[in-house]
């Protein structure tokens, strides 16, 4: 009760403070009464646009760590249910209703008047009220019946604007794996249900004897199998065993007849898909089973990353990064196709093809005719300046003769030094303009960036800047942080370079540009909007800053390239156990003698009180 009680509260305090908000900004474009079309979540945030409450979203997204759907959710219904469902809120402060059955009621009765409304809310939880102890299906059914009695013509409307907000979106589970979700007519949907089950069906039946039989399917097999690894000496095949079923299939059916959809227009060139996948080279090689990074998604698990080298259209793009750091170093402007890997085309014109593999064979190293093998680093030797890379033996606790080893934990940093984030603490401050080279620039400078810059930035923060912000940077604009102008620094303007250029989604990129005055209309002079009060600047620590109209800072960095090097890295306590180490197939990270002739030195700092 004491959860239902604290979110009531928080219900009046959103309802103040919209309130505020819009008693201070500017009125609404359009009648009281206008309604925008669309689905629910889209007529709620055009209705809190036009009502000033934008920035509130926004701030209550950053503060309490949603997304900007989900606080414009409860801000439109805080503001619904203290003006219109007075009984529906205090059922929900008295512990008699949860969330999710206050949501019900609010979404039903948005399009109801305001007096039809308030009798339905009496109806249901007054003293005597109808809906008092129902399940939400049935407080559904329930608020449903009361809808078309009071007011048929509302439920019309509502089928009619879902009907026209029909929408397919992607809503990602985590692990590699993501839910499509069609809101769609019913009757459209279940017809597309039952085609995709008989084609199922149909190829289902194919694949079953070609498996028995030895041959591929006719759609091709399954494209995510992999051989069997509980028989590591089972023979390796061209194809591995199809063993999908009814469901399989007819998601496999649905995504060719996705990716098969072409404009309906005659001869209209068919758009291809583009998708930024971050993955470091060992694991398309085959030697790391590291998960890549899909912008605007998550992680996705290597052996997703290598079957999408399997697409037709896949090519690849170079990434330098920092070994020591992961941090980005600049993007190659070319891109490859995804047969570069592995292809190494035909030998040198008068060379010895030697006996190397025969057609279709893995190629050897070295024979490359033409086009670039990426071949993994040689083992280190004793001449490498880190030293070979041995590996320490024996049980857990096994410790070295040197006596001069536990000593080498001295020069490494403390594993249990907390330090502040310089950003949180306030020890970072803002970059100056006019200390970018690139600001002597005589008229400023160009204002569009270059085509390597857009990628470097697009590739170094794969997000929206703005704090909490999901929206991937190739779908952003690529804004200048210190605005440019056309006397360049002596004007105040800012310089088209890294330093700064940020991705921002549109939304963000409009709500950052409120805060320069300059902006302004020449009727705005004087006074400064509510919503021109957020303010946004890069600090030398590299982050983004914004301060809120509430006077909240937050920031956001950008995310590493890459992890840095196994071997360049600095291993924190407590030290892995090496037999577990070498079990799951990684290098114990440990370096080697100094000279020659030395015992083995660890590179594990001293146990903490040792």
């Known amino acids: 009760m004491s959860g239902t009680v604290a979110l009531g509260a928080q219900v009046r305090a959103l309802a103040a403070m919209a309130g505020l908000y819009r008693g201070v900004t500017h009125p609404a474009d359009g009648p009281a009464d206008e309604r925008p079309a669309g689905s629910a979540a889209a007529r709620r945030r ?48 008295a512990g008699r209703l949860d969330l999710a059955q206050v949501e019900v009621v609010a979404d039903l009765t948005l399009d109801l008047d305001a007096q039809l409304t308030w009798e339905l809310d009496e109806e249901l939880f007054g003293p005597d009220g109808s809906g008092i102890g129902l399940t939400t299906a049935r407080l559904r059914a329930e608020v449903d019946a009361g809808v078309a009695a009071e007011d048929a013509a509302a439920v019309r409307r509502r089928s009619r604007r879902k009907v026209a907000a029909r929408r397919v979106a992607v809503e990602p589970l985590g692990d590699g794996v993501s839910r499509l979700v069609i809101t769609s007519p019913t009757p459209a949907l279940a017809a597309a249900e039952e085609h995709l089950d008989a084609v199922a069906a149909a190829n289902l039946a194919e694949a079953r004897p ?63 898909p583009t998708l930024e996948l971050h993955v470091a080279l060992p694991v398309l090689v085959g030697a790391s089973d590291d998960p890549g990074w899909l912008e605007g998604y998550g992680w996705v698990p290597a052996f997703l990353v290598r079957q999408g080298l399997t697409w037709g259209r896949c090519r690849l793009r170079r990434v330098l990064t920092d070994p020591f750091t992961g941090d980005l170093i600049t993007v190659d402007g070319h891109t490859h196709p995804a047969s570069w890997l592995t292809d190494p085309g035909p030998p040198p014109r008068g060379s010895d093809p030697g006996p190397g593999p025969g057609p279709g064979g893995p190629a050897s190293p070295g024979a490359s005719g033409g086009r670039p093998l990426q071949d993994l680093p040689p083992p280190r030797t004793e001449d490498d300046v880190l030293g070979p890379a041995t590996v320490v033996s024996g049980p857990p606790g096994t410790t070295s003769d040197d006596p001069s080893a536990s000593a080498e934990g001295s020069d490494l940093d403390d594993p ?39 990628r470097v930035v697009r590739r170094r923060w794969q997000c929206c800047t703005h704090p909490g912000c999901p929206r991937r940077a190739s779908a952003c ?38 805060t320069d005055p300059r902006d302004l209309g020449p009727h705005e002079e004087g006074w400064v909007r509510w919503t021109a009060r957020w303010e946004q600047w890069r600090c030398d620590r590299g982050s983004s800053h914004w301060r809120s109209p509430l006077g909240f800072d937050h920031h956001s960095a950008p995310r590493p390239a890459g992890p840095p090097v196994e071997r360049f890295q600095t291993t924190p306590w407590p030290p892995r156990d090496p037999e577990e180490e070498r079990r799951l197939g990684r290098r114990h990270p440990t370096a080697g003698p100094t000279s020659p002739g030395s015992g083995p030195r660890s590179r594990f700092p001293a146990e903490p009180g040792s």
């Open 46 to 93: 055009e209705a809190l646009e036009r009502a000033g409450l934008d920035d509130l979203v926004t701030e209550v997204a950053v503060l309490l760590g949603w997304t900007s759907s989900r606080a414009g959710s409860l801000v439109h219904l805080a503001e619904h249910l203290v003006q219109h469902l007075p009984r529906t809120l205090e059922r929900l402060e």
């Open 477 to 514: 604009d690529v804004d200048h942080v210190v605005a440019h102008r056309p006397g360049g620094a002596a004007a105040g303007g800012g310089t088209t370079c890294a330093c700064n250029l940020e991705p921002k989604c549109r939304r963000h990129h409009l709500l950052k540009h409120g």
């Open 210 to 272: 070609a498996a028995s039989e030895g041959r591929v399917a006719a759609d091709g097999g399954d494209p995510y199998a992999e051989p069997d690894p509980d028989a590591p000496d089972a023979p390796v095949t061209s194809q591995p065993p199809d063993r999908r079923g009814l469901a399989a299939h007819t998601f496999d059916a649905t995504v060719r007849a996705l990716i098969g959809a072409a404009p309906a227009e005659s001869g209209a060139s068919v758009p291809a």
């Open 416 to 454: 249990c030094d907390d330090t502040p984030d310089p950003c949180t603490s306030g020890a970072c401050a803002p970059v100056d303009p006019a200390a970018c080279p690139l600001a002597r620039a005589p008229g400023g400078g160009r204002y569009a960036p270059t085509a390597a810059q857009d």
